[in-house]
Nanobody
Framework: QVQVVESGGGLVQSGGSLRLSCAAS????????TGWFRQAPGKEREFVAA????????TYADSVKGRFTISRDKAKSTVYLQMNSLKPEDTAVYYC???????????????????WGQGTQVTVSS
């Protein structure tokens, strides 16, 4: 059974930092991309960042560029999202998602990801 589990969320003051972790298990994800998405109350789920299996190719939403960094530890099969200079508008449930098959390019689309975690809450106070 495939499992995607996020951790590391919490409450932080504006300007602070958090690091989210995502661990996927239950099948091989070697070669496939992983993404982070978020959903704020009353809003649609939106793309945050994604990374190829090689760990060298990444893409970010404009709203987080320069503040968030996505990375991968292949040995631990874990993907991280380092979030710095957090703002109240970053408050959301953050979801990790893994692709289950090879796709062209590094997708920012929800429908391109096959396995999803339950989410972890990030709250940024002003």
């Amino acid at each position: 059974q495939v499992q995607v589990v996020e951790s590391g969320g919490g409450l932080v003051q504006s300007g602070g930092s958090l690091r989210l972790s995502c661990a996927a298990s239950g099948r091989s994800f070697v070669g496939y991309a992983t993404g982070w998405f978020r959903q704020a109350p009353g809003k649609e789920r939106e793309f945050v960042a994604a990374i190829r299996w090689n760990g060298y190719t990444t893409t970010y939403a404009d709203s987080v560029k320069g503040r968030f960094t996505i990375s991968r530890d292949k040995a631990k099969s874990t993907v991280y999202l380092q979030m710095n200079s957090l703002k109240p508008e970053d408050t959301a449930v953050y979801y990790c998602a893994a692709q289950g098959e090879l796709r062209v390019g590094l997708s920012t689309e929800i429908g391109s990801y096959d396995y999803w975690g339950q989410g972890t809450q990030v709250t940024v106070s002003s």
